[in-house]
Structure formats: structure tokens, C-alpha cells
């Protein structure tokens, strides 16, 4: 049976970087570097005469910034960006991005974009003939609580605060006090818990009801944030 290929291209004004993410793809079979690329203009030029199924783009790049040239192309790839700026990530995700990475660029968390990657492909395919849901085992992170290591059901999450050097994480009847900042706390959580602002992230699957300004779950009301409301909107109609 052939194996279909994934022709990548990497896009990085950091030398470094481009090279760190080619020794992480040569990792996996299925992918091939088509070309990698210091700037947004030359890899313009091998978008015009190569297929590329999946870019890895940089975002803060000279002259012309990873999203403004993502934005601009006509037929575009499937995309990961890539930043050392954490701010720089709801940019990605508003421009329908697979993932988006922190440099420096870990394998574990990069082989994790693969597979969201991967999963956008069998979206494609077509749907099992039966309705029924299949049982899963609900997903469950350790946080360090009092000295303890604390076992939290990721379903049980209602919303997560930023509370500077701390955050709040509110659940169904108990919350918890955890040393952590909100944006590396997101990175542990999957696909249904989304940031609405710059002080909350909520679980998409316990949102009762929004508007363009909050989100309700129950009773509570949170605000929504005007730069994160494009990829709510867009997480919350879009399942």
C-alpha cells in the first residue's frame, strides 16, 4: 500500500530554527522537506512552483510577518506557525491554523502538532455508518497543589482565571489555587477549552450561552476579550 507523502515547507528567518524543524520532521516517516526558506518572499517563490501540503511558517519575521503573508496567499496550505512570542498565538489560531509552536520547539510538543495535523486529514474521510458514540476514558492532567501532585478531570473544568503568578481553576462544585502562568497552563489542556481572554480560558463543551461581549456557563458570566472573539466565535459554531 503507498503511503502518502506530506510535502513540507519550513519558513523561518532564524537559521537555527528552520534546521530544528527539519531534524524533528526527518523523525517521522510520510513527511518531506520541499524547501526551507528564510523569508515570507522567497518562499512566495517556491509556493509558485512546488505543491506544498503543510507550512510551518514563522510569524515575526523582517518585511513581511508570518500572518500577513498567510493571509494574503490565495491557495493556501495547511499551516503551523511557529513564534518565541506567546501573544502572537491567537493570531494563528484566527487564521484557521493547525497549531501553533513556541520556540525553541520541543519534539514532544511538535510530534503533538503532527497529529492535530494528521487528525485534520481524517476529517476528510468518511463517517463511520453508525451514530452511536463510542466510550472514551476522560482525560485528566496532575497539577502540583500544597505540595501534592493533584489529579484534575479535564471535563469536570468549567474555566480556568489568570490571576498574575497564579491561576483560579474553577470546576463543577470545587475550584483550585495553582501556581502557574494562564498561558502555560492552556498548553496542557485539549482541544475544547479555548482562550476568550486575556484572564480566562474556558471549556468550550460547558459554554450555555454567548454573545458577542461574554460567555455564559450557568449562571456565570465572563467577559470576552475583542482580540480572542474571531477563534471563539469560530470554536464555539464550528464543533
Do not use: W
Not at 7 to 36: N, P, Y
Not at 118 to 130: M, Q
Not at 211 to 238: F, W
Amino acid at each position: 500500500m503507498t503511503t502518502t507523502l506530506t510535502r513540507c515547507l519550513i519558513v523561518d528567518d532564524e537559521a537555527l530554527a528552520r534546521e530544528l524543524i527539519e531534524t524533528h520532521l526527518k523523525q517521522l516517516s510520510g513527511f518531506e522537506v520541499v524547501a526551507s526558506c528564510a523569508s515570507a518572499i522567497e518562499a512566495s517563490e517556491v509556493l509558485q512552483s512546488e505543491t506544498v501540503d503543510l507550512m510551518f511558517l514563522d510569524i515575526e519575521m523582517p518585511v513581511l510577518k508570518g500572518t500577513e503573508f498567510y493571509t494574503n496567499l490565495e491557495n493556501k496550505p495547511k499551516v503551523i506557525f511557529t513564534t518565541a512570542y506567546r501573544d502572537y498565538a491567537v493570531d494563528g489560531f484566527e487564521l484557521n491554523a493547525v497549531d501553533y509552536l513556541l520556540k525553541p520547539v520541543v519534539f514532544a510538543r511538535f510530534f503533538k502538532a503532527i497529529e492535530r495535523y494528521k487528525a485534520t486529514l481524517s476529517e476528510k474521510a468518511s463517517k463511520p455508518i453508525s451514530d452511536e458514540p463510542t466510550a472514551s476514558i476522560p482525560a485528566t492532567i496532575f497539577v502540583r497543589k500544597d505540595r501534592k501532585q493533584v489529579k484534575l478531570m479535564l471535563d469536570d473544568i468549567l474555566y480556568v482565571q489568570g490571576l498574575k503568578d497564579y491561576i483560579k481553576v474553577v470546576m463543577s462544585g470545587d475550584s483550585h489555587v495553582i501556581k502557574s502562568g494562564i498561558g502555560a497552563f492552556a498548553e496542557q489542556l485539549g482541544d475544547d477549552f479555548v482562550r476568550i481572554h486575556k484572564s480566562y480560558i474556558v471549556n468550550r463543551r460547558k459554554v450555555t450561552a454567548f454573545t458577542n461581549y461574554d460567555v455564559e456557563i450557568g449562571e456565570i458570566e465572563l467577559p470576552i476579550g475583542e482580540r480572542y472573539r474571531t477563534a471563539l466565535i469560530e470554536s464555539l459554531t464550528h464543533d
